[in-house]
């Protein structure tokens, strides 16, 4: 409109233009007509054009709000696992007992693994570890495989301390076996134990689980021991907690019988205590290897194992 009018063309701007072809008289008249014109369409285009740019603004304020009342979101903090939390207090417990840790390798070999337990090749319990063994040339100590339990850090750890005495370990790790349901992991945690000195008896064993249990589940926790059967232990137990998920009623992660198995024990064997380069003459001790993701279970009142390493936030952010 702006061009229409007033443009060097315009309606308005011709008109000035041709002021001179008329008649003298007339020209005062219509030359005033033409300019008050001329301002008054200038000043009605300044509006208009300030009422569209006014429009436009308004229009942009309300599509971008923001409205500064609403809360913000708290930024997720992180925390230590369930499994982890727990080995943690399992190790704070052993070290005030004046246990060392002792880690050792994930993939071992058949001589740590089985032989120096007292497990030779064909026994029985080789099959029943049911174990994952690596595609791999087998080494001067037997072919690799996934570790089955935190037991071969025994024989390491022993060899390490080269007959000094008292020796005295934790071990907390990863281990392997080909298991996979509601109780079983393919892949789980232990921590084996391991107490070496002159004159220890069971009672010690008996003494530093009872500890632990009632440390980690309070003093009211019922512990049973069973007679058991393990080639690196002799005599061998296996421990029982109450079932907290149930409260001893029965359930499926006790399988109804009221109580949990969370550890294998026992004194070790003298051929073990040999591997290790201990005279058992001289010395005795016991051994203990317990199942970090049972007691977590039992602590966290949670009835699937694999709940632990589905990795499902909804859950993890529960402890
Ligand atoms: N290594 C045994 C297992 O994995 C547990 C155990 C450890 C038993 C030490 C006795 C002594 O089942």
Redesign the pocket.
């Known amino acids: 409109m702006r061009v229409q009018y007033l443009g060097r063309k315009g309606v308005i701007t011709s008109a000035l233009r041709v002021l001179g072809q008329l008649p003298a008289e007339e020209r005062p008249a219509q030359g005033a007509l033409a300019n008050q014109l001329r301002t008054e369409i200038g000043q009605a285009l300044e509006e208009a054009r300030g009422a569209l740019a006014r429009r436009t603004l308004d229009r942009r304020l309300v599509e971008e709000t923001i409205d500064i009342t609403l809360p913000g979101y708290p930024p997720t903090i992180g925390h230590p696992h369930p499994l982890i939390i727990l080995r943690n207090d399992i190790e704070d417990i052993f070290a005030a007992m004046g246990f060392t840790m002792s880690l050792g390798p994930e993939i071992e070999d058949e001589w740590h693994n089985f032989e120096a337990l007292n497990i030779p090749p064909g026994h029985p319990a080789r099959e029943m570890q049911d174990s994952f063994y690596i595609d791999a040339a087998p080494t001067g100590t037997g072919r690799l495989l996934l570790r089955?339990?935190?037991?071969p850090v025994q024989i390491r750890f022993m060899r390490a301390q080269a007959g000094r005495l008292p020796v005295r370990m934790v071990a907390p790790g990863r281990?392997y076996r080909r298991d996979d349901d509601a109780t079983h992991s393919p892949m789980f945690h232990?921590c084996?134990g391991l107490l070496v000195d002159h004159g220890i008896s069971f009672a010690h064993l008996k003494g530093v689980l009872s500890a632990l249990a009632h440390r980690l589940f309070g003093p009211s926790t019922r512990i049973r021991f069973r007679p058991s059967y393990?080639p690196?232990?002799e005599p061998?137990v296996e421990v029982d907690v109450g079932c907290t998920l149930c409260n001893g009623h029965g359930c499926r992660t006790c399988k109804q019988s009221g109580w949990v198995e969370v550890?294998?024990?026992?004194m070790v064997h003298p051929r073990v205590l040999e591997a290790g380069g201990y005279d058992p003459e001289e010395v005795s001790g016991f051994?203990?290897?317990l199942g970090i993701d049972r007691l977590a279970m039992l602590r966290y009142q949670v009835d699937d194992i694999r709940a632990f390493y589905e990795g499902d936030m909804r859950c993890s952010e529960q402890f």
């Open positions: 089955t339990q935190m037991s281990v232990q084996e393990f690196f232990t061998s550890l294998g024990a026992g051994a203990f290897g």
